[in-house]
């Protein structure tokens, strides 16, 4: 069964970046979208990022202009670089891909802590 492997989580400072990396541990033909959600403790889960098989993306407001996403088709990896972070950012953070097909994967989590 393909499984989505994150990495790039941990701890940083105020104003510091963080780079999230996602990829599959098998193959998956075509991945339509290619997603970041994150969680907070007692919030519900949100998207922060989403990119598009054809490469258009969307943020959420409250991450405009600091977090990129970006993804590589061939090797089936989606990024979320993340500038000049603030303590709000802390959460838990999932990528998510839904194939051509229809089919829907989540990451296991990256616990993401921002500290001021």
């Known amino acids: 069964q393909v499984q989505l492997v994150e990495s790039g989580g941990g701890l940083v400072q105020a104003g510091g970046s963080l780079r999230l990396s996602c990829a599959t541990s098998g193959t998956i033909f075509r991945i339509d979208a290619m997603n970041w959600y994150r969680q907070a403790p007692g919030t519900q889960r949100e998207l922060v990022a989403a990119n598009t098989w054809g490469g258009s993306t969307n943020y959420a407001d409250s991450v405009k202009g600091r977090f990129t996403i970006s993804r590589d088709n061939d090797s089936n990896t989606v990024y979320l670089q993340m500038n000049s972070l603030k303590p709000e950012d802390t959460a838990v953070y999932y990528c998510?891909?839904?194939?051509?097909?229809?089919?829907?994967?989540w990451g296991q989590g990256l616990q993401v802590i921002i500290s001021s």
């Open positions: 998510y891909f839904r194939s051509h097909r229809g089919l829907h994967y």
